[in-house]
Every structure is written in C-alpha cells, then in structure tokens.
C-alpha cells in the first residue's frame, strides 16, 4: 500500500537527504505509532484510576480535609 503525504519543502529536502528515504519515513512513523499508542494505553489506565475514587469526593476535598486536620492538632498543641 502507498501513502502520498504533503511536506514542507525543507523537511522533504532533509527526507530525502537520507540513504533511503523510504525506510527512514517507515521507520519514523513506526516509532511514532508506538509512542501514541503508549499514551493512548497511560491515559486510558489514568481514567480507570480516577474511576475507582469515589465520584462525591475530589481530592481537592481530601487535600481541605488534612489541612484542616493539620490545623486542629496545632492549634490543639499550641492552647
């Protein structure tokens, strides 16, 4: 199967630049198609966590919650 693609002019320069500009451009998107995948499955293993906590608490809720807690034992320890 073939793809045509358009380039900038100095990138398909630099393309073409290359040995074999062919397996260059194979390669490259190779790799970039592994990247995105790798992010697509990280972003996907983020929501399945953020999933799992309980949607009526956030964690901006969690984070008052301690300083509150943190400022009670001080002000406890300081009366």
Do not use: W
């Amino acid at each position: 199967m073939q793809l045509a693609i358009e380039l900038p002019d100095e990138l398909c320069r630099e393309v073409l630049n290359h040995a074999n500009a062919a397996y260059f451009v194979k390669k490259a998107l190779e790799k970039e198609l592994i990247i995105e995948k790798k992010i697509e499955q990280s972003e996907q293993e983020l929501f399945s966590l953020m999933a799992k906590i309980p949607g009526e608490i956030s964690l901006v809720d969690e984070l008052i919650q301690e300083r509150k807690i943190e400022f009670i034992k001080e002000k406890a320890k300081n009366a």
